[in-house]
């Protein structure tokens, strides 16, 4: 979506840190923004940052849990009173939830997807219907992560729903480009954000955790500098749905693992001659024109 002026975004967990840039950098290239988040302290915060930008009237708040599918269906009628029609929904609430699969218990896993994954889920049910139907072009971008591509020990339930997220992307992807709508997969690297205290989003109900302890230390763990700053990630967000990025990535420091990951892949097949016939009979699975598509315009 080259022409972002003058349409509006939603952007989940856009009231702090990744999701706060994202909102500034669309609300700087023109966009009206609609931030969704759970946490009132952030959204007044952020509200007071824009109070004070060129174009305050361009950003509206509104509380949302990305779990409650009857709360988002308010909040998209909300953000199209406020401002008309979706073109951009940001999938990006979510929160650091980490330590070992030995000690996780069912209400960290439920939690856990349930946020970073089923949040995705929400967003998307809720808003392509309403894409769909204003036929005028849109954009998804869903925030996986580098961890998503690149999996670390100890990150198991993270690493579990950002994977689900790339997969999900790419099948969307695949889906609806006939239909005007593009669909990112982001990938962020570290980055300066509130995302330690992911322990004050976690509602009581899955409060029987194996990572109380974690949590409460993950909350004291300072962000370095050298982490990149939320805004420059929101630029580069707002590069990838003009461009209509697939993927979007913001850490070359990524790029040898993640070679050394697909090669370890490729080098798992099994060492033995194509069965022809067989591929024939199964070509629609072989491939898939999104890939081709991001190789075909790198060389470009
Ligand atoms: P953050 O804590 O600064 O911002 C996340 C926002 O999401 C918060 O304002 C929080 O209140 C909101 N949120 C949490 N649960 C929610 C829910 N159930 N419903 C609605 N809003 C909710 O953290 P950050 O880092 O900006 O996180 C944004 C996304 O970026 C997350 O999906 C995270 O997994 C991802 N990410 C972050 C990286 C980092 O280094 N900070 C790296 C890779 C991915």
Redesign the pocket.
Known sequence: MEEVEGRTAFV??G??????GISTALVTAGMNVVI????QD?IASALEGFAESDRPTSVHALE????DRDAFARAADDAERTFGRVHVLCN?????ILGPVTVARYDDWDWGLG??LG?VVNGIQTFLPRMLEHGEGAHIVN?????GVLPVPNAAI?ITA?AAVIGLSEALRSELAEKGIGVSAF?????Q???R??RR?RPERYGDSGYTELERELEERPNSPL?MD?YECGERVLAGIRRNDLYIFTHREFRDGADERFRAMLASFPDEPLNEERAQAIDFLLSNPIFGEVLERRRS
Do not use: F, Q
Not at 64 to 67: A, F, G, K, P, S
């Open positions: 989940t967990g009231a702090s840190g990744i999701g706060l969704a988040d759970v946490r952030h949302l849990d990305v779990t990006n609430a979510g929160m650091g946020v970073l949040g925030t996986s992560s580098m961890a993270y950002k990938c962020p690297g570290p980055v954000t509130n995302i205290e992911g989003t982490w939320p």
